[in-house]
């Protein structure tokens, strides 16, 4: 299940219906305990030294209370109560060079404007150059605006608490938080808060997608056929196909201009691949349609904005529409129950929408809920830094996954192709906001998996590793070795 995005009265809200419930703090703060330093093992080199700051209230306790779990590593712990009384012993800490900070200094408690002497530590501990890991909230930062409450340390990644606070999602928190994760099973009771905006997990797709039939043949798995390339952007239409393979739909044409036809057809083997003719039968058997990469050039033939624009109002098959064909999908209504995706980056949701990309970058839900009621309720992936999958109503969900090793030309074919794979499998229609948020995901978290092993990577190795990455690897993580779950 995708975790709400939170305010800070609606995680106390969460908070006390626990204690009603008979969870205990103690218990909650324990597994949290647990939770970061299972993450520190996994992510800290077993030579580093770690510092763990811990404040005054529930986040400190939270951070003290993973050192028990670190024993065999070079830790040292700083009580921060006061900020002038605790700077000798920090100074002394940081004199001996921790690789990594543990940051409980303050989370959702913040409530006002932090003190000179606070500002003081805060900014010599963001000198430190060390790697700071939140607990929370990176702290300073304002949980419910994303903005600093005088100073705020600057972390490489916040590991926040049973749900994203709204404010950490704030385009002012994000060089506050670095990559920001959540733990999402402290020990809470199920969630009572809904929220417009949910946050997907890894976990969502422990089950998905789900496992082939062992009779099935290609024809179970669907056809897709993709339109895309032209003069000066084959390769568009090349990552495209080969992303769509990734996903394994039972048969893949692609359909490209005869101007580039011979260098598209030669880079592919199990892909069909066709010179555009409009005679070419769309939506013929086709199972799903994707218009897009590379669609761009100037001598592209004029049959094919003129069919994707009659193919979205009346096919009875999902299509998928990126980049530059964007601008060819009509306003208005869409074929009742029929899947349509547009795959928008913010330059493109800017231009669609007839404004700026800041505009849109200020308030990206509103964005798509705007796209999404022009376009006759579709759905809309609004690309970029946490993507947003979303329709005109119903609940918005921010992707975790993916790094900025993606902002490289030709990932976001890649994803188009991928997605489009997903879409043309009939046994993965019925479930479409899974599978765009699968898509998403993970098309993000191969490109994390590659990250993690070597910086330099391609695009031509996201569609290598696409497809490859086991949600249950990345899930939680935090997980705990022993599960310390109240009952
Ligand atoms: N919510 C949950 O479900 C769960 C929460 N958990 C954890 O608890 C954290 C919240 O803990 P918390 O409420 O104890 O507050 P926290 O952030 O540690 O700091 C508050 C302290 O700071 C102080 N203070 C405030 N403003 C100040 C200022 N400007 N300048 C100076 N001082 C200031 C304030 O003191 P006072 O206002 O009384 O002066 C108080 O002593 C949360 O982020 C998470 O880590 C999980 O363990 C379990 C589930
Ligand atoms: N900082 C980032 N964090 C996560 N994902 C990113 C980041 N930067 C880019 N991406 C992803 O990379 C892809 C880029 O797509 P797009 O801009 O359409 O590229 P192109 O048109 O060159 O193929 C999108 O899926 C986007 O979400
Ligand atoms: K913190």
Redesign the pocket.
């Known amino acids: 299940m995708p975790v709400p995005v939170v305010s800070v009265a609606q995680?106390?809200q969460?908070?006390q219906a626990s204690w009603s419930a008979g969870r205990t703090?103690a218990a909650?703060?324990a597994r949290?305990g647990a939770c970061l330093a299972a993450w520190l093992r996994r992510h800290v080199p077993h030579n580093d030294r770690i510092l763990i700051l811990a404040?005054?209230?529930?986040?400190?306790?939270?951070a003290r209370a993973a050192l028990p779990h670190l024993q065999g590593r070079a830790v040292d712990l700083v009580e921060v109560r006061d900020p002038e009384t605790a700077l000798p012993d920090l100074e002394r800490a940081l004199a001996r060079g921790p690789d990594w900070i543990l940051d409980g200094l303050?989370?959702?408690?913040?409530?006002?404007?932090?003190?000179e002497p606070?500002c003081r530590l805060i900014e010599r501990i963001n000198q430190a150059r060390s790697r700071i890991v939140s607990?929370?909230?990176p702290s300073g930062l304002d949980a419910d605006t994303g903005r600093p409450?005088g100073a705020t340390l600057r972390a490489t990644c916040t590991l926040t608490?049973?749900a994203p606070k709204q404010g950490l999602l704030h385009p002012a928190a994000h060089t506050f938080t670095g990559r920001l994760e959540v733990i999402p099973d402290?020990g809470?009771v199920p969630c009572p808060i809904q929220s417009e905006l949910c946050w997907t997990l890894p976990e969502d797709f422990l089950d998905w997608p789900p496992p082939r039939p062992v009779a099935a043949h290609k024809g179970t798995f669907g056809h897709l056929a993709i339109v895309a390339g032209s003069t000066g952007y084959h390769g568009a239409a090349v990552l495209a196909a080969r992303a769509a393979q990734r996903a394994r739909p039972g048969l893949i044409t692609l359909i490209t201009p005869a101007s580039v036809y011979a260098v598209v057809a030669s880079q592919l083997q199990a892909v069909m691949v066709h010179p555009w003719s409009a005679a070419h039968p769309l939506p013929g058997r086709y199972t799903a349609l994707l218009f897009g990469p590379g669609l761009a050039a100037a001598d592209l033939p004029a049959e094919i904005p003129a069919t994707l624009a009659r193919l979205w109002q009346e096919a009875n098959v999902p299509i998928v529409v990126d980049a530059s064909a964007l601008d060819h999908v009509p306003r208005g209504p869409i074929p009742r129950d029929a899947l349509r995706v547009l795959t928008p980056h913010p330059g493109e949701a800017a231009r669609l929408l007839g404004t700026t990309t800041n505009e849109v970058q200020s308030n990206r839900v509103a964005a798509v809920r705007a796209l999404s009621g022009q376009f006759g309720g579709a759905w809309i992936v609004l690309k970029g830094y946490q993507t947003l999958i979303g329709r005109q109503h119903g609940p918005i969900f921010v992707n975790p996954s993916g790094n900025p090793d993606l902002a490289q030309g030709g990932s976001g074919d890649v994803l188009a192709g991928y997605l489009a794979g997903l879409c043309a499998q009939p046994p993965l229609q019925g479930d479409p906001e899974r599978l765009i948020r699968y898509a998403v995901w993970q098309h993000g978290a191969a490109a994390d998996a590659l990250s993690r092993r070597h910086p330099a990577w391609v695009v031509e190795d996201l569609v290598r590793t696409l497809g490859r990455v086991a949600p249950h690897r990345v899930a939680s993580t935090a997980r705990p070795a022993t599960p310390t779950t109240p009952p």
């Open positions: 995680m106390r969460w908070e703090e909650v703060i949290v404040g005054k209230g529930h986040n400190g306790d939270d303050f989370g959702i408690g913040l409530n006002r404007p932090l003190a606070w607990v929370d909230v409450w608490l049973a402290i809470l």
